[in-house]
């Protein structure tokens, strides 16, 4: 037994991930292409417009929050999206997206168990290190009806959110199965303080120490996001592919189209 995936990417960290059949939103952004945030360190603009407007959207059932106190994750637009529905983030987002009766800060390595569109879900949330001072979550997704895989460990779906690679993460192939790895990458950079021509800082991945995450963990595939659309980011989807070709892990990428449904399995 195994669970069941697809994705529709739509933007940024912004994507449908449809497990056994309940529809999952990560970081909902909606912004259309020209859209600009002052966001202190940096001036933060979309190029491109969402795949999918809100009105386009199917039912979703659940939000995975990575953080939402940054615009490219959480905008004007997908705040709409978190009234009524289980809306899982972090500590500090629980608390700021009060008083909805479904939101849940988690903190890391905390886990929640809900029923979601009448299934089953145990929603675990992984550590990150993002923009210092700044709370930011990764999730875990896994249920009963899940099955298990590697050591009969429980098999499992894993949405990195806005992280560089920290050895923390290295426990999660001793207690799940990940099965598929949705990673936001781009090897996004910002400047270490409000000076724009300072020194900068990696603030998520690039395709080398996504490729050590993706080991570490002893994922199945791995899923690109977070790699085109702003001007922070450092690689796009030329340089990732070049990338994953010299680690060679070509072969255990699965690439989205914006706006397609992509079964993954």
């Known amino acids: 037994m195994s669970p069941t995936l697809n994705i529709t990417h739509i933007g940024t960290a912004t994507a449908i991930l449809e497990i056994n059949g309940v529809n999952f939103l990560t970081d909902p952004f909606f912004s259309p292409a020209g859209t600009a945030w002052d966001a202190g360190r940096v001036i933060l603009k979309v190029t491109e417009d969402p795949a999918l407007r809100l009105d386009q959207l199917p039912v979703i059932d659940a939000v995975l929050l990575s953080h939402e106190d940054h615009p490219d994750n959480l905008d004007e637009l997908g705040r709409q999206l978190l009234d009524g529905r289980h809306v899982f983030t972090t500590v500090d987002g629980g608390k700021k997206l009060r008083p909805r009766p479904a939101v849940y800060g988690m903190k890391p390595w905390q886990k929640r168990e809900a029923i979601i569109a009448g299934k089953k879900f145990e929603i675990i949330a992984t550590p990150t290190q993002h923009v210092p001072g700044d709370e930011c979550t990764g999730f875990i997704v896994t249920g009963d009806d899940f099955g298990t895989g590697r050591d009969g460990l429980p098999n499992a779906i894993y949405f990195t959110g806005d992280t560089v690679y920290i050895e923390e ?30 020194p900068l800082m990696q603030i998520t991945m690039g395709g080398k120490d996504g490729t050590k995450l993706f080991h570490a963990i002893k994922a199945d595939v791995l899923v690109p996001m977070h790699y085109e659309s702003w001007g922070h980011f450092t690689q796009f ?4 592919r070049q990338a994953f070709e010299a680690e060679g892990i070509s072969d255990k990428i699965c690439w989205l189209t914006g706006g397609e449904k992509i079964t993954v399995f």
């Open 169 to 198: 993460l290295d426990s999660i192939a001793d207690n799940y199965h990940i099965r598929v790895a949705v990673m936001n990458l781009g090897n996004a950079h910002v400047p270490m303080t409000e000076d724009p021509n300072g």
């Open 237 to 240: 989807g030329n340089e990732l």
